[in-house]
């Protein structure tokens, strides 16, 4: 296998490394070695990197900011492709274009500045355009989905396709039928609206992030996905967990719906407390938590 990882460093160069901790390249800063990480900068490259694996069969995973993901203290064997060097972004009319790489955020505040409605109330999510598609990521009522016009999409041949919204199911926190591709770009269309109403929009949301979420620890975000008619933090909290810990993991006092990593956690801390807290919300609250964040290597139990 080392020669095969071989013949990828001598493609990518510095853009290439080997055994790399997960917790330079997640937001809960936390798991182990990643066999080989690659942050390849043009589509040619990229679709060069994921031919590659396919034909040597290496194991292939992209990643963009990390930013809803635990990685276990394993780390993850074969292959990961970060999209970060892949982000440009470009306004034309009312049709927004971002690479999968661009920043979620600056998607938004270009959004923004442009005097375009549409992703204004999802400002502050801390992913990836890429990331957002693949977990139809949303906040305060708008989802991605919502302004979503279509994206491509490459194959692990390294052939690109086109999708349309509407060739594509997608729910809550949910999109089917993406398995095995990697977004690479996406087109958002936008309506005209007021520059500073939409201003004004923007700093409410990013006030209330401030205000509500623990934004001084690492952490993954909302754990659980929101069962129906209800909030997880909402339950988490009336179970008793705000402040329950194991190791460095625990559940954040400001927001029950965030696990934080207090300094030193490892992934099997985290994904402990994941698991006491969704036996304990079920025992004490009868809801049966859905987890919204993606465990990623081998975890025990
Ligand atoms: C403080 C904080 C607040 C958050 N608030 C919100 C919120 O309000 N709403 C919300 O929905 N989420 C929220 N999140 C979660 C997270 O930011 C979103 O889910 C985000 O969309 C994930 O994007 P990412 O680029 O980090 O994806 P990653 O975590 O890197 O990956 C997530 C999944 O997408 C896949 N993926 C990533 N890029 C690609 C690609 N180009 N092609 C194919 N697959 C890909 C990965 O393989 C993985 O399965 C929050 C997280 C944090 C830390």
């Known amino acids: 296998m080392l020669d095969t990882y071989n013949q990828i460093k001598d493609k990518f160069g510095p853009d290439c490394a080997f055994d790399s901790p997960a917790s330079g390249v997640t937001t809960y800063r936390a798991g182990g070695p990643l066999d080989v990480l690659v942050k390849p900068s043009s589509l040619p490259d990229l679709a060069w990197l994921r031919k590659f694996c396919a034909e040597s069969s290496i194991p292939f995973l992209v990643l963009g900011a990390g930013s809803n993901v635990l990685v276990s203290d394993k780390g993850i064997r074969g292959v990961v ?97 993406l398995s095995g591709l990697i977004i690479l770009k996406a087109a958002f269309r936008l309506k005209a609206e007021n520059i500073t109403a939409l201003q004004a929009d923007r700093s409410g949301v990013l006030g209330a992030r401030a205000e509500k979420q623990p934004l001084d620890f690492p952490s993954a975000g909302s754990v659980f996905k929101r069962p129906a008619g209800d909030f997880a933090s909402r339950l988490i909290d009336a179970a008793g967990l705000k402040g329950l810990a194991i190791g460095g993991a625990r559940v954040s006092e400001k927001h029950a719906g965030f696990i934080i990593n207090t300094g030193n956690a490892r992934a099997c801390d985290i994904y402990a407390l994941i698991k006491k807290v969704k036996a304990e919300v079920k025992a004490r609250m009868g809801v049966d938590l859905e987890l919204e964040q993606i465990l990623l290597g081998e975890f025990e139990g």
Do not use: C, H
């Not at 999510?125 to 598609?133: Q, R, S």
């Open 81 to 177: 492709a970060l999209t970060v060097k892949m982000d440009r972004l470009e306004i034309f009319g009312d049709i927004l274009t971002a690479e999968a790489g661009a920043l979620w955020d600056n998607a938004v505040k270009a959004s923004v500045s442009a005097g375009l409605s549409g992703l204004e109330k999802t400002s502050g999510i801390p992913g990836t355009v890429g990331g957002a598609i693949v977990m139809n990521a949303g906040a305060f009522g708008q989802e991605t989905f919502d302004s979503l016009e279509s994206f491509e999409a490459m194959e692990p041949s390294g052939v690109v396709k086109t999708f349309r919204k509407s060739e594509v199911k997608y729910s809550y926190r949910r999109v089917e039928g």
